[in-house]
């Protein structure tokens, strides 16, 4: 089991390291989030046995659960938050969580911001739907810088978030829609990037550095065009309960 973890861990990274090489991009430049949603907290400390420094939970309530289970790991390894926050789980995200992927409202950064202590920032990307898919959460930008007419609305969101004081806006996630063939997620993700660029030219004393996209099936593409963070479950873990 535990040799089983290793090697897939392994073999993601090698795949992660030749995606980078074939983009000319350092691979130390990518972050592996160990997406370890419905799986119990012994895997989670299986992982991190096996090198994981970043995990990644949909869901606040059972990451509260795996966190308690795992409290003396809790220095070793970054908790990311990458499902649907509501604002009422906002104080207790603020609290769990070392970055928060799926910032998809200003009233929700808000809610996020009052909850961070005076003296803290915490860091979030905003998640952003530029295909368009009605299921998918996010800012709705369909079709990227493109679609003049959303980012013109998204603009002054944007700006409002950014004064927000104890929030860190550090760049911008996305879920690209499943599809049989990767390639069909390239659209998605370079859309993701051509946007982060935008606004990195409207608001520049943000960093934006941060594109967090890619999964399982499509992470080699989302390097080509970018990715910081790939957000991987099931290669590492297999099917989930
Ligand atoms: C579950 C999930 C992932 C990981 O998906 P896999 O296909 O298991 O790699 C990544 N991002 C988000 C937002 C998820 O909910």
Not at 94 to 115: I, K, M, N, P, W
């Amino acid at each position: 089991m535990m040799s089983n973890l290793a090697e897939r861990l392994a073999l993601v990274r090698e795949r992660i390291s030749e995606a980078a090489r074939q983009a000319n991009r350092d691979p130390a430049a990518i972050t592996l989030v160990a997406v370890t949603k419905n799986h119990p907290p012994a895997l989670v400390a299986e992982a991190i046995a096996a090198g994981v420094t970043d995990v990644g939970e949909n869901r606040v309530q059972e990451a509260q659960t795996k966190l308690a289970a795992l409290r003396e790991l809790r220095p070793q390894v970054r908790w990311h938050l990458i499902g649907h926050l509501q604002r009422n789980k906002a104080q207790l995200a603020a609290e769990l969580f070392d970055v928060v992927h799926s910032v998809d409202s200003l009233r929700l950064a808000e809610a996020l911001a009052r909850q961070v202590a005076p003296k803290r920032r915490l860091p979030i990307l905003l998640q952003i739907n530029v295909s368009g898919e009605a299921s998918k959460e996010g800012f709705d930008l369909p079709g990227g810088v493109a679609n003049h007419t959303g980012l013109a609305a998204l603009l002054p969101v944007v700006a409002s978030l950014l004064a927000l004081p104890t929030l860190e806006v550090r760049g911008l996630m996305t879920i690209a829609p499943l599809l049989a063939d990767p390639n069909a997620a390239r659209p998605t993700f370079r859309a993701l990037r051509e946007l982060r660029d935008e606004l990195a030219r409207r608001f520049p004393a943000t960093s934006w550095a941060e594109l967090s996209m890619g999964m399982s099936d499509d992470f080699s593409v989302a390097i080509a065009e970018g990715a910081t963070s790939v957000r991987i479950g099931r290669a590492l873990f297999g099917a989930r309960g």
